[in-house]
Nanobody, 122 residues
Framework: KVQLVESGGGSVQAGGSLRLSCVVS????????MAWFRQVPGKEREGVAV???????IYGDSVKGRFTISQDNPKNTAYLQMTSLNPEDTAMYYC????????????????WGQGTQVTVSS
C-alpha cells in the first residue's frame, strides 16, 4: 500500500520561500506521477503542479514561474519549491500520486497525503 507524508509547511512573510516534501512509502517500484494540490476552506481543491516519471511537468496558472516541482526517485520523495510567496498562496497543501499519465486534476488521483499548512502573511 502506497502512503504519502508531507512536510515543510509553515508560516512565512510575503516574498519568502518554502520547500515542501512528500515522502512515498510502500510500493516504490512502480512509476508514479506526483502532484501537489492546495485547498482553502470553502473552495475546491486547486491543482498546483504535477511531475511524471519522465520529468514532464504541468503547473497551475497562479504559480507558474514561482513554484517548481521535482522528484528524487532514489529518495522516493517529491518536492515543491515555492518562491515569491504571497498571501493568496495560503492554503493546506496536499501531495497526491497515481501510476500513470500527467494530469493536474484532483479527480485523477487516488492516493493522498494528510496535508501540510502554508500560511503567508503580508
Amino acid at each position: 500500500k502506497v502512503q504519502l507524508v508531507e512536510s515543510g509547511g509553515g508560516s512565512v512573510q510575503a516574498g519568502g520561500s518554502l520547500r515542501l516534501s512528500c515522502v512515498v512509502s510502500g510500493d516504490t517500484d512502480s512509476k508514479y506521477t506526483m502532484a501537489w494540490f492546495r485547498q482553502v476552506p470553502g473552495k475546491e481543491r486547486e491543482g498546483v503542479a504535477v511531475v511524471d516519471n519522465d520529468g514532464n511537468t504541468i503547473y497551475g496558472d497562479s504559480v507558474k514561474g514561482r513554484f517548481t516541482i521535482s522528484q528524487d526517485n532514489p529518495k522516493n520523495t517529491a518536492y515543491l519549491q515555492m518562491t515569491s510567496l504571497n498571501p493568496e498562496d495560503t492554503a493546506m497543501y496536499y501531495c497526491a500520486t497515481r501510476a500513470g499519465d500527467c494530469y493536474l486534476a484532483a479527480s485523477w488521483y487516488n492516493i493522498w497525503g494528510q496535508g501540510t499548512q502554508v500560511t503567508v502573511s503580508s
